[in-house]
């Protein structure tokens, strides 16, 4: 059974730092692509970053990109998100979840975490 | 403002069925795949369909998706109140480099 299990949410300050992680399980890990996928409180789903299965290639939201860091760590089976200047807007349920094939392009994610909750507020 | 544009709502009474519009662009869309995702309140999404029509093992064949040009449709017949929850349409973008979403439909069975 697939599973993906999120930590590292929580109350941050603006401008402060804060590093998520996933540990997966139940799948061959270095196979698949993953995704980092949030939701803002009562809002809908945005797409925030990918990385293939060898981090051979990283896609990043414009939203996102120059402050967050997605990374993976094929021998412990995990993925991480390091974010850096993080803002009001920020807030959000983060997820973590497996791409369909190697890549995180095309095909999709055809399976998520239950979500991290991360807070930035003074 | 959400790239793909769906419906904020949908209604239909049990057995019914009801069609859920994504409609996006020949970025999205219009040269790529499209996947649906069912959110039950205060859970994770799960995938529903894929690859424009296709169903994941498990998912009821209540459950149907079809794509056309730069839009797509997801179809549930035999509606069940179980299946009250918001659903995402998601496709790649070539011009963004990312996943686009939907805003979400919010389907109530009434």
């Known amino acids: 059974e697939v599973q993906l299990v999120e930590s590292g949410g929580g109350l941050v300050q603006p401008g402060r730092s804060l590093r998520l992680s996933c540990a997966a399980s139940g799948f061959t890990f270095d196979d698949y692509g993953m995704h980092w996928v949030r939701q803002a409180p009562g809002k809908g789903l945005e797409w925030v970053s990918g990385?293939?299965?060898?981090?051979?290639?990283?896609g990043y939201a414009d939203s996102v990109k120059g402050r967050f860091t997605i990374s993976r760590d094929n021998a412990k089976h995990s993925l991480h998100l390091q974010m850096n200047s993080l803002r009001a807007e920020d807030t959000a349920l983060y997820y973590c979840?497996?791409?369909?094939?190697?890549?995180?392009?095309?095909?999709?994610?055809?399976?998520w975490g239950q979500g991290t909750l991360v807070t930035v507020s003074s | 403002q959400s790239v793909l544009t769906q419906p904020p709502s949908a209604s239909g009474t049990p057995g019914q069925s009801v069609t859920i519009s994504c409609s996006g662009s020949s970025s999205n869309i219009g040269s790529n795949i499209v996947n649906w995702y069912q959110q039950l309140p205060g859970t994770a999404p799960k995938l529903l369909i894929y690859f424009n029509d296709h169903r994941p093992s498990g998912v009821p064949d209540r459950f149907s998706g079809s794509k056309s040009g730069t839009s797509a449709s997801l179809a549930i017949s035999g509606l069940q109140s179980e299946d009250e929850a918001d659903y995402y349409c998601?496709?790649?973008?070539?011009?963004?480099?990312?996943?686009?979403f939907g805003g979400g439909t919010k389907l109530t069975v009434l």
């Open positions: 990385i293939t299965w060898n981090s051979g290639s990283k």
């Open positions: 979840a497996k791409a369909t094939y190697s890549s995180f392009d095309y095909w999709g994610i055809d399976f």
């Open positions: 998601a496709a790649w973008d070539d011009s963004l480099n990312g996943w686009v």
